[in-house]
């Protein structure tokens, strides 16, 4: 099982849809976790950080289940500018290094 | 406040040549990052480091060397370039207690 798994995508959904991303990790003592965000031929860039219960900014939604190993984002309202890749991202044990899922594709069109 | 900057942006090696990528962040983070991403692959961590004076191998150190001699500065050595090497090189740090890593804008290298 790899260490952190992702909707293969892409997502091409119109303007305004809501579209959810799922990811899986494997290793039960990752403390954080993070969704960043890329743009074509650009650095990511963190989009929010995931916490247990729950957490929202503006359209975004990030949600944890620490049980079953299992990050989400929803997106509402999708714009144009919501086209990227989605990466879902997990620390190691120590907490001193990031592990990435090999991210999702969202295009919005109008 | 530049950030993470990253130098060269782009380069092409051949075969067995060497290179060294540099990494400068003036934030005074005392952790910095060597990633690569390869399509379909996603961002691999070659290595890294959480201080001045030390490294720590990542999931693909084979091939690269790196160095830390100034807080500020993470240098990525390829010794003898090989054609697996191309890729897009990303650097990132962190500060002691903060989970954000901040990118640098990538290096595209092409070994030919």
């Known amino acids: 099982r790899k260490e952190v798994e992702q909707d293969p995508g892409p997502f091409n959904v119109p303007e305004g849809a809501t579209v959810a991303f799922n990811c899986t990790y494997s290793?039960?003592?990752?403390?954080?976790f993070f969704w960043y965000r890329q743009d074509c031929r650009k650095e990511p860039k963190l989009l929010m950080s995931?916490?247990?219960s729950g957490n929202e900014d503006g359209r975004f939604t990030a949600q944890l289940n620490r049980a079953s190993q299992y990050i989400s984002l929803l997106i509402r309202d999708s714009k144009l500018s919501d086209s990227a890749t989605y990466l879902c991202v997990v620390s190691n044990q120590a907490g001193t290094a990031l592990i990435f899922g090999k991210g999702t594709t969202l295009s919005v069109s109008s | 406040n530049a950030g993470v900057t990253q130098t060269p942006k782009f380069r092409v090696l051949k075969t067995g040549q060497s290179m060294t990528l540099l990494c400068a962040q003036d934030m005074n983070h005392e952790y910095m990052y060597w990633y690569r991403q390869d399509p379909g692959m996603g961002l691999r961590l070659i290595h890294y480091s959480v201080g001045e004076g030390t490294t720590a191998k990542g999931e693909v150190p084979d091939g690269y060397n790196v160095s830390r001699l100034k807080k500020q500065n993470f240098l990525l050595g390829l010794e003898s370039a090989a054609p697996s090497q191309t890729s897009v090189y990303f650097c990132?740090?962190?500060?002691?207690?903060?989970?954000?890593?901040?990118f640098g804008p990538g290096t595209r290298l092409t070994v030919l």
């Open positions: 995931v916490y247990s």
């Open positions: 990132a740090s962190r500060g002691l207690g903060v989970d954000e890593q901040f």
């Open positions: 290793n039960s003592a990752s403390q954080s």
